[in-house]
């Protein structure tokens, strides 16, 4: 791939967006109604046919849940809902989005794509310069990558309809703070 960009596609996980999933009653519905799941779809095609490298971040815990911060106002509950487990169909990224084979996979263990984990060095390594984002939540990982990456000198293009917050008033506070440090665009007219 001789690509400076890449395509993350983030806690996009059976946990949060399938219907069966705890996140079923909240990020779903709004999903289904922005039409966030063709959108991604549309993105992730896209991406892949002009070569550029699509990479995965999940959240997700060891089974006996030693990463997570039980302090943590967003996973203490991680554990006792049984959720975001390792090796588990919740920390599996949904089918419509389904890695392929060669796909980098980015696990954290908490709300920052670059935070103990490999991300930054698969960057460097790969020569990218821009990221294009997608994900849930709007106001969670996807400000999170947005910020940092900015910060680390990356060009930050938001896909907006490939996000989601819990709430409509979520995605939308979080993409009034998020257009000072990325470019805010659509999966129909991003250019990779």
């Known amino acids: 791939m001789a690509s400076d960009s890449i395509l993350l596609v983030m806690d996009m996980l059976n946990d949060l967006v399938h219907p069966d999933g705890m996140g079923g009653k909240s990020y779903v519905p709004l999903m289904q109604d922005r039409g966030v799941y063709d959108a991604t779809e549309l993105a992730i095609s896209k991406a892949r046919a002009a070569g550029v490298m699509v990479g995965y971040?999940?959240?997700?815990?060891?089974?006996?849940?030693?990463?997570?911060?039980?302090?943590?106002?967003?996973f203490s509950k991680a554990r006792d809902?049984?959720?975001?487990?390792?090796?588990?169909?919740?920390?599996?990224?949904l089918d419509r989005f389904a890695p392929q084979p060669g796909d980098p996979d980015i696990i954290k263990h908490r709300v920052s794509p670059f935070y103990?984990?490999?991300?930054?060095?698969?960057?460097?390594?790969?020569?990218?310069?821009?990221?294009v984002l997608s994900g849930v939540s709007t106001n969670g990982v996807v400000s999170a990558a947005v910020r940092e990456g900015h910060d680390r000198d990356y060009?930050?293009?938001?896909?907006?309809?490939c996000?989601?917050?819990?709430?409509?008033?979520?995605?939308?506070?979080a993409l009034s703070?998020?257009?000072?440090?990325?470019?805010?665009?659509?999966?129909?007219?991003v250019t990779f």
């Open 116 to 131: 103990a984990t490999k991300l930054e060095p698969l960057l460097r390594a790969q020569g990218i310069r821009r990221l």
């Open 155 to 161: 060009e930050c293009v938001l896909l907006e309809d």
């Open 163 to 173: 996000c989601a917050g819990a709430t409509a008033d979520e995605h939308d506070h």
């Open 57 to 74: 971040v999940r959240v997700g815990f060891s089974p006996n849940y030693a990463e997570c911060p039980p302090g943590s106002p967003v």
């Open 177 to 189: 703070g998020l257009r000072r440090f990325a470019q805010v665009t659509s999966a129909a007219d």
């Open 81 to 93: 809902n049984g959720v975001f487990k390792l090796g588990e169909w919740g920390t599996e990224v």
